[in-house]
Every structure is written in structure tokens, then in C-alpha cells.
């Protein structure tokens, strides 16, 4: 799947929170703290659901609610490659925080690609948009959704944007990727990748984040 569209969310909040790589516990206390309501709200993520973090293997139960959505990050690309196209060598995922998936049952691994393998590569949620890593320079909403597959490598790899430009049709688009102190806004583009994975690095600090969409 390329592009998912939902309107905003009329019986609760919606929020969109940065890459998690597998730290689901920060993500649950993330919510806490929001209140969030399985029942009526709904979580939209940037991509890169494991690796790295302490819990990927919790990503499952998430893709399996009726309350949590994502883009494609280049994590869940990259396990695409090694594992079901077989088109990279597992040992790519392996240096990029993946060890953890060789402890998982054949059957696990296979549910989980039949996961991410329909997440789309662009989410539109009324005047926002999701991706994971950047829309390309000089080109408009519309123009970008209709031909995101054409640009899966950019929006799934390309790091370090740096062109400061709004970009017509859309309020603004969230993005991972690359990570952060705090979040940073250039023109339209919000990326609130802040390391989640970092807290458990030692010398290093990194959180979750988590931003609620504004309807008003």
C-alpha cells in the first residue's frame, strides 16, 4: 500500500509519536501520561517499530489493535529485504539493532512481514501528513501522494533534510528518521524523532515523542 487517508477523529484524539524501536513500555507510558483512551483515540507513528530498543517483539500486538497505525519506516523495509525478498544479507539487520528477530519462531516472523508489509509509505490524517523520513523538495501534497512509490527510497532513507519550504496542500507532515534532541520544524515538515532507543545506551539520552493532532 502506497497512501491511507482517515478523516480526523470525531469521537476522540488522535496523536502521531516518533520512531519507537521496540520500546513499547515508553510508548504505554507515553500514553499514561495523555490519558489515552484504546477506546476512542487513535496513535499514528512515523515508521522504525523495532530494532534497537528492548521489546520489539511487542510490535505484533500493537499492528494488531484497532487503535494504532504506521507508515513503512526503512526498518521494517530493511526486514522486508533480508527476509522476505531475500534480497540483502540478514547480517544488514543484524548491525542495525535486528539480532533480536533470529530469536522469534518462523511463524512469528512470518505473521509479523504479513504486517508490515501492508503498512503504507505516506499517511494522511485530515490536514496532516505522516512519512518517515522526508517529503521530496518542490512538490505539492497531492503531486507527492500520487507518486510516493515513485520516491520509496527518499522517503524511507534519506536523512538530514535541510531545504526550509512549505509544502502546499497539507498543514504539516510528521517525520522520523533522523533523530534529534527535541523535535525540529523546517517550513511544513515536523521530524519528532527523539531517540527513544538512546535511554537504554548508556552515556546517552533519548525519549519517545508524542504530539497531539490539532483539529481547531
Given at each position: 500500500m502506497t497512501f491511507q487517508k482517515y478523516d480526523p477523529n470525531e469521537n476522540g484524539r488522535d496523536f502521531v509519536c516518533g520512531d519507537i524501536h521496540g520500546c513499547y513500555s515508553d510508548l504505554e507510558d507515553g500514553m499514561r501520561k495523555i490519558n489515552f483512551n484504546t477506546e476512542t483515540d487513535r496513535m499514528f507513528c512515523v515508521g522504525d517499530l523495532t530494532d534497537r530498543g528492548p521489546e520489539s517483539s511487542r510490535a505484533i500486538h500493537f499492528l494488531k489493535t484497532d487503535w494504532f497505525f504506521s507508515v513503512t519506516g526503512n526498518h521494517e523495509d530493511m526486514i522486508l529485504q533480508?527476509?522476505?525478498?531475500?534480497?540483502?544479507?540478514?547480517?544488514?539487520?543484524?548491525?542495525?539493532?535486528?539480532?533480536?528477530?533470529?530469536?522469534?519462531?518462523?511463524?512469528?516472523?512470518?505473521?509479523?512481514?504479513?504486517?508490515?508489509?501492508?503498512?503504507?509509505?505516506?499517511?494522511?490524517?485530515?490536514?496532516?501528513?505522516?512519512?518517515?523520513?522526508?517529503?521530496?523538495?518542490?512538490?505539492?501534497?497531492?503531486?507527492?501522494?500520487?507518486?510516493?512509490?515513485?520516491?520509496?527510497?527518499?522517503?524511507?532513507?534519506?536523512?538530514?533534510?535541510?531545504?526550509?519550504?512549505?509544502?502546499?496542500?497539507?498543514?504539516?507532515?510528521?517525520?522520523?528518521?533522523?533523530?534529534?534532541?527535541?523535535?525540529?520544524?523546517?517550513?511544513?515538515?515536523?521530524?519528532?524523532?527523539?531517540?527513544?532507543?538512546?535511554?537504554?545506551?548508556?552515556g546517552y539520552d533519548g525519549r519517545l515523542t508524542i504530539v497531539e493532532l490539532d483539529y481547531s
Open positions: 533480508c527476509y522476505r525478498d531475500k534480497e540483502a544479507p540478514v547480517y544488514w539487520h543484524n548491525q542495525n539493532g535486528g539480532k533480536w528477530i533470529q530469536n522469534q519462531s518462523a511463524e512469528w516472523i512470518e505473521e509479523y512481514i504479513s504486517l508490515i508489509q501492508q503498512l503504507p509509505l505516506v499517511i494522511q490524517v485530515g490536514r496532516y501528513g505522516i512519512v518517515h523520513s522526508v517529503v521530496p523538495k518542490g512538490i505539492n501534497w497531492d503531486n507527492f501522494v500520487q507518486n510516493a512509490e515513485r520516491y520509496r527510497d527518499l522517503i524511507l532513507w534519506r536523512r538530514y533534510r535541510s531545504y526550509n519550504e512549505i509544502i502546499e496542500g497539507i498543514k504539516i507532515v510528521f517525520t522520523g528518521h533522523t533523530i534529534n534532541r527535541n523535535p525540529v520544524q523546517l517550513g511544513s515538515v515536523l521530524d519528532i524523532d527523539t531517540g527513544a532507543f538512546l535511554k537504554y545506551w548508556n
